[in-house]
């Protein structure tokens, strides 16, 4: 498979059979996606990888749940194909059929949760040493304002750590399609984190960054069919110089 038709032929798949791609296959993907960048090349994701039994009880846990929320989405989602309002009679038959048929995961597939540790909060002693010694070694173009220095160590550090765990998962999608194997990124799961660690025994420190569902596509599945058929990109908005 070329490049540009990994990049454009992956669909997220939520219908999966039932067969098991195997451990063997599962950390094949995540090796490959280890080679992502990362800020400093911290490689600062971690993965909880569920075999489909453990992800099956995962899912009846959460998954209805993490849908709760998306209900209003749907609905308007469901007027605009048909064009206008629909009666309140049928809004809810129809969301719960959209949700169920389209949105529910279905047949075996591991589920890959990546969680990464927040870098600790900028040490004041630290960065006031730090400050002094840029200034007695380096000329003056080398030396941040404290402000800066802070944001850097702080903030910003938190969001490269997490941005990078956010491209180790996007690869962990090229890295599976190219397998033949599907992916779905699910983020409806961060709603409930702290419940979610819990169950899972993850560290209440750790930032939980998306939970990966993987496994062997349903052929048979018209959602599949129709997410590969029904796919579409808007022109990207690029104001070229
Ligand atoms: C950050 C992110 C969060 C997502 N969260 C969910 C989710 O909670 N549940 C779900 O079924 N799909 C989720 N998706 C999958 C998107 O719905 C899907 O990528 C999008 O509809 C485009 O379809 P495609 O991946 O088949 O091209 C998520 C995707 C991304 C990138």
Redesign the pocket.
């Known amino acids: 498979m070329s490049t540009p038709a990994l990049l454009r032929e992956?669909?997220?798949v939520?219908h999966f059979t039932a067969a098991d791609p195997g451990r063997e296959r599962v950390a094949e993907v995540i090796e490959d996606a280890a080679w992502a960048p990362s800020g400093g090349n911290e490689q600062p994701w971690e993965v909880m990888a569920l075999s489909p039994g453990e992800c099956a009880r995962l899912r009846d846990r959460f998954e209805q749940r993490?849908w709760a929320g998306l209900v209003p989405k749907v609905r308007t989602l469901l007027e605009a194909a048909v064009g206008g309002p629909l009666p309140m009679a049928e809004v809810g038959p129809r969301i719960h059929a959209r949700i169920e048929v389209d949105?529910l995961v279905r047949g075996a597939p591991w589920a890959l949760v990546v969680h990464t540790r927040p870098p600790a909060p900028p040490d004041p002693a630290a960065l006031t040493e730090a400050g002094a010694w840029t200034r007695a070694a380096l000329p003056p173009r080398w030396q941040a304002p404290a402000s800066v220095a802070a944001f850097v160590s702080g903030p910003l550090d938190a969001r490269v750590r997490r941005d990078s765990c956010v491209g180790f998962v996007l690869s962990l999608c090229l890295a599976a399609h190219a397998r033949g194997l599907g992916t779905?990124?699910?983020?409806?799961?961060l709603a409930f984190e702290d419940e979610l660690k819990a169950t899972l025994g993850i560290d209440p420190r750790q930032a939980l960054v998306?939970v990966v569902m993987l496994g062997w596509p349903d052929p048979e599945s018209p959602i599949n069919a129709a997410?590969i058929e029904g796919?579409r990109r808007r022109p990207v908005p690029v104001e070229w110089r």
């Open positions: 992956r669909r997220s939520r993490t949105g779905c990124i699910q983020y409806g799961y998306a997410a796919a």
